[in-house]
């Protein structure tokens, strides 16, 4: 069963992902130090539908941030394109999760990797 995402869904995610919480309280309860246990468990306890819009969210903040970035000095990219994509970021990493098989650790590894990319 395909949903088919509305046309406004990019322009709402990227409205969103500007009111980001970016210090979220949650993440106060996450496992501190090297506790596999805890780590596992979290995981096991996170569903990676939870992972999806995690990762769906840091991508939708730092496109936006790019966004504003690029707009300001009037640059372009190639990634740049005249119209936005009909599918939404949420659905189409959902899409890559469910053709790829994505594991759960995979989709915790992208979030890792992309918060090293952004603090490098």
Known sequence: SRVEPSAQEPQASVAKAKHVDHNPSHLDRAPRGGDAASIRKEVGDTSASQLVAALAVVLTVHC???EHG???KG???PFHEAVEPETGIRDYLAQIRRHMRCSKECLIMALVYLDRIVEA
Do not use: G
């Open 75 to 77: 640059q372009s990219t």
């Open 70 to 72: 690029c707009a300001s």
């Open 64 to 66: 936006a941030r790019n």
